[in-house]
């Protein structure tokens, strides 16, 4: 797995987005101040392959992916593993309790013509297939994808931060289960799984074989000889039979004819037996020549009656249509009925007229009322006034009316009640306007009963016009009469018309039913003549119905005279052939049943039978001589299956063994510690040297202390990093060979643990760290805070962070 492209937004201290490019990168750092986000970026690596990171502690646990302020986050690995490119994107989100959710997470392969280093936009949306879809679905895709699990990818590719020592420290077993994974060793698993599969599978087929042979144990020599002799002596039996049965037609054939001899003649017999006049031929002349009679006075009757219709048709028509004149009729009702409208309505305006000039009479008594009591309201007020002012007079004082000086106070009588007055002006203000409502209503009366005497001698005038040269209404009823009397008489006599018609269709279809009697008779007489006409029946004349008849019966009754005294010596003869033919049938049925053939009980078919018996004899001789073909063939068969169960389960039980795997992985480990151990003397300054133990546990051999071998957990925390480091550099090379090309450890990323480092270890480090990035591709990124180090590295990404999120800078050394 090699990474290309690294997108994070919102994930961990990236509040914002960022896009890193490995494309053109083999080994790089990622430096910065501590708590900057150099191992979020390791971090966000992990996760977008596996969804989970090694800080969080436990896996699953995806709320510490989030930014604390952040409601969503989105993260998306663009690498190449195994010769094609891939994607693995997830975005979480969180809900408004705070829960955070994996919203979307996916695994594409991507188009490898589009050029990584583009637009991530466009490198992500170059699917050519989704490869999973889910959260876990994607993780499992991605185990398969990189034949690693979680923890193994912690084990040797990401190296996390406090974790370096996991594989070196590890127990035998769990660093096995690691090996086997990594190395594909399971692939012999596999093959004992095959073996043992492929050794069932034959154990099954043998037990089918077996079965198949044991079902075939008839199949002998002597079963097949005994088919042989049965065939021969069927084939000896159908040329007897078929010699028989030559004679047997011939005897069939004689005894068909002398029976069909007898039943011709018997049949004859019963059929003149039943030739008899039909009832009613003797009269049916006579009934025919009145049914004549009755049709020629009903013919007579109905052209009387059609004559008179048609007479009262003509009277009809000379009349004219009585539509005209019904128009007429109604338009001297309309001017009837309308004048009489007209007239009332004239009496009703009068009357309106007469209540309006009386209402116009109330209206003016009742304004000259109002006129009155106005004059007489103002000059109460003035009076009024007049008194208020001069009761304010004072001697010597200027008169506010007249500005002149009051040289005497002017005497006033009582003024007249103003009240009064007002009080009276009122009501006569209210009884005007009360009357001149009443003459408005009575006015537009008046004008609505105009309007309607209007409209009535306009519709008068209409109906008078539409009268003009119309005869008088005297004459138009008269005419309407004598239509309707005309239509009377078409009608009784188009009544007449139609009995009389019906009544020659019933005398019609009573000659019509004498002629069917007659032509019945003669198809009668015509039908039995040729039913006898085998037996030569006398010629008829055709002309008269009842002699033909008696003709017929006559000779019928002789004729069956003769075929009676026949009859006996027919008989016998057909009572001969068929014994001829019951001999030869018993002949027959003897041979079958010497031959056990009982079961053909007809011999007509005793042939087919016979046949169908040979073929079967045939087929079961066939059938023995197949099997025995197909019992060698099994055997052979069984034979090999025998050999394949052997090899298989052999092989099967020796992969089976745990010893075979531990051996496999002791080679493995033997391989690792030799070049590990040299790259741990580099390390240590010769100091320490790497070597295995006969359970699989590591150790170290101190040469500080005389050769001592320590367990590797005796080490310090520096000693421990630089032989986890020798470890994981050794692994990293010689995975590809131990796997035989089946695994490739394309990636190594090793968060912190050089500080510890001295100065001369650090630059065997970095050495190291060069060699193993300019070997076969691979890509080789640290975490650090060691300057030393870090300018010793081609490509530096620096991280910086400020009070919003986290940045990264890409530049080179």
Known sequence: MRPLRLFLDGFGSYREATDLDFTDVDFFALVGPTGSGKSTVIDALCFALYGTVPRWGKENVIAHALAPSANACRVALVFEAANARYAAVRLLTRDARGKVHTREARLDRLDRGVSPDGDLNAVLEASVEQIAEGADRVTAAVKDLLGLSYEHFTQCVLLPQGRFAEFLQAKPGERQDLLVQLLAYGVYEQVGQRARQRAQLATASRTILQAQRDELAGATKEAEDEARARVDELGQLMTSVTTQLDGLDAARTGAAQTAAAANENRAAAAQLAQVAIPDGVTDLAARIAAEDMKVATA??????????????????????????????????????????????????????????????????????????????????????????????????????????????????????????????????????????????????????????????????????????????????????????????????????????????????????????????????????????????????????????????????????????????????????????????????????????????????????????????????????????????????????????????????????????????????????????????????????????????????????????????????????????????????????????????????????????????????????????AADKDRMVGVVTHVPALAERVPVQFVVSRDATTSRVRKMPT
């Open 299 to 772: 013919r007579s009757a109905r052209h009387l009656t059609e004559v008179a219709e048609d007479e009262a048709r003509v009277v009809r028509g000379s009349l004219g249509d009585s539509e005209r004149y019904e128009r007429w009729r109604s338009a001297y009702s309309a001017c009837a009925d309308t004048q009489q409208t007209l007239t009332h309505q004239n009496a009703a305006l009068e009357r309106l007229r007469a209540a309006q000039a009386e209402a116009h009479l109330r209206l003016e008594a009742a304004e000259a009322a109002v006129e009155t009591a106005s004059a007489d309201e103002t000059t109460a007020r003035a009076a009024h006034a007049a008194a208020a002012i001069a009761a304010t007079l004072h001697l010597g004082d200027n008169c506010p009316v007249c500005q002149q000086q009051v040289q005497a106070l002017p005497h006033h009588e009582p003024a007249t009640d103003l009240e009064q007055a007002t009080a009276a002006l009122t009501a006569a203000r209210q009884q005007c306007k009360k009357a001149a409502a009443i003459a408005h209503v009575s006015a537009a009366k008046v004008a609505g009963a105009q309007r309607d005497v209007e409209t009535t001698e306009a519709l008068l005038l209409q109906h008078t016009a539409s009268l003009d040269g119309a005869p008088s209404r005297a004459d138009v009823e008269a005419a309407l009469a004598a239509i309707m009397a005309a239509d009377h008489a078409v009608t009784d006599a188009a009544e007449q018309a139609r009995r009389a018609r019906a009544a020659v269709s019933a005398a019609e279809t009573a000659r019509a039913a004498l002629d069917a009697a007659e032509q019945q008779a003669r198809r009668t007489l015509g039908a039995t003549r040729d039913a006898l006409s085998a037996l030569t029946p006398p010629p008829l004349t055709g002309n008269h119905l009842a002699e033909d008849w008696n003709t017929l019966l006559t000779w019928a009754q002789r004729q069956n005279a003769a075929c009676a005294a026949a009859q006996p010596s027919l008989d016998q003869a057909a009572a001969n052939a068929r014994a001829k033919v019951g001999s030869i049938l018993d002949i027959v049925h003897t041979l079958l049943a010497e031959h056990g053939l009982e079961d053909i009980p007809d011999a007509d078919v005793a042939p087919v039978a016979l046949a169908g018996h040979q073929a079967h004899a045939d087929a079961a001789l066939n059938k023995i001589r197949t099997d025995r073909e197909r019992a060698s063939a099994l055997d052979k068969q069984l034979a090999a299956c025998a050999d394949e169960i052997a090899v298989a389960t052999t092989l099967g039980d020796l992969l089976r063994a745990t010893q075979f795997e531990r051996w496999l992985c002791g080679e493995a480990l033997d391989s690792l510690v030799t070049e590990a151990s040299t790259t741990l003397m580099e390390l240590s300054g010769g100091q320490y040297e790497l070597d295995r133990t006969s359970r699989n546990e590591f150790a170290v051999i101190d040469y500080n202390d005389a050769g001592t071998r320590r367990p590797v957990h005796t080490l310090s925390g520096g000693e421990t990093f630089q032989a986890s480091l020798a470890l994981a550099l050794a692994l990293s090379r010689q995975v590809v060979g131990l796997s035989a090309g089946m695994r490739a450890l394309d990636s190594m990323f090793l968060d912190e643990g050089f500080g510890t480092l001295d100065e001369n270890t650090l630059d065997t480090v970095a050495h190291t760290l060069e060699r193993l």
